[in-house]
């Protein structure tokens, strides 16, 4: 199985952002990429590897024994 390599507005359209925020991401090193010559590519895995790691997870709340407050 090959790892795609991603322009940065492929990257951009699969994070449902605009081109600037993987260029951000990019310039302040917080993703992983790759120069081909002048180009700049993103690893589908190193996309999806950031996806998966800024995810939230939801926090389950616990129930109150008492009910609500009239």
């Known amino acids: 199985m090959t790892d795609l390599l991603l322009t940065v507005d ?3 359209e699969r994070l449902g ?5 993987p260029r951000r991401l990019i310039a302040e090193r917080r993703i992983a ?4 010559g002048s180009h ?14 800024n995810t939230v ?11 609500k407050a009239a």
């Open 10 to 12: 492929q990257a951009a």
């Open 57 to 67: 997870q939801p926090i389950r709340r616990r129930r109150s024994r008492y009910g």
């Open 40 to 53: 700049v590519r993103i690893r589908e895995s190193v996309l999806a590897a950031y996806i998966e790691g």
């Open 33 to 36: 990429f790759v120069k081909v």
């Open 17 to 21: 952002t605009t081109a600037r925020f």
